[in-house]
């Protein structure tokens, strides 16, 4: 079975940018969910998306958004992009069925902010 | 709010020796809890988790964890370390109710795990 998929894996924009990264989930899931992994912030959620609905969100500006595709498939934008804004940017997958759930992690999107 | 802490953003042992990563969390009701590993240039990959049921969790690579509720914790370890143990190390919480812990695993901020020959 095929794992998440991110693409694209490294990214360079300057600041005042957009940049729109995408996320593929393992096949039969339809939970998408989003994080920000930064050496200062460590890991933080973003938002979460099944079945094309946003559940969940994290404490982020709203240059953060994102959506996901009837097939489950999910993409985050970040408009006017920030020096802080550097990061990786990880996905993950799951059924959606609850807490107790576990997530499948991709690769990640590097992205740096020039 | 949750919290995780990770006690020691480092942890050097030899090969051989036992593997301990500490992990407290703060939380009002009993949450579910997660350990996540982490090597270079890639995702996280789950160790272990749990849930409900036995407190003593096995993992995968030789890992286990036991969930203490009376001291809040759910420490990580492995009886003798390998080289190819070294990596960064995640313990994450998730909220036991719906609402705002869909899809939302809180993270501490990692403990990296350094094995020397």
């Known amino acids: 079975k095929a794992g998440v998929t991110q693409t694209p894996r490294y990214l360079i924009k300057t600041r005042g940018q957009q940049v729109t990264l995408s996320c593929s989930p393992i096949s039969g899931h339809r939970s998408v969910s989003w994080y920000q992994q930064t050496p200062g912030q460590g890991l933080q959620f973003l938002f979460e998306?099944?079945?094309?609905?946003q559940r969940n969100k994290g404490n982020f500006p709203g240059r953060f958004s994102g959506r996901q595709f009837s097939n489950s498939r999910s993409e985050m934008n970040v408009s006017t992009l920030e020096l802080g804004d550097s990061a990786l940017y990880l996905c993950?997958?799951?059924w959606g069925q609850g807490s107790t759930d576990t997530q499948y992690f991709g690769p990640g999107t590097r992205l740096t902010v020039l | 709010a949750q919290s995780v802490t990770q006690l020691g953003s480092h942890v050097s042992v030899s090969e051989g020796a036992l593997v301990l990563l500490r992990c407290n969390y703060s939380?009002?009701?009993?949450?579910?809890l997660f350990w996540y590993v982490q090597y270079p240039n890639q995702g996280l990959q789950l160790l272990l988790k749990y849930t409900t049921g036995a407190t003593l969790v096995k993992g995968i690579n030789g890992f286990e964890a036991e969930f203490k509720k009376s001291e809040t914790s759910f420490h990580l370890t492995k009886p003798s370390a390998h080289m190819s143990d070294a990596a960064e190390y995640f313990c994450a919480v998730s909220e036991n109710g719906g609402g705002t812990s869909y899809g939302k695993l809180t993270f501490g901020q990692g403990t990296i795990l350094t094995v020397h020959p």
């Open positions: 939380s009002s009701v009993p949450p579910y």
């Open positions: 993950a997958s799951s």
């Open positions: 998306y099944f079945s094309e609905t």
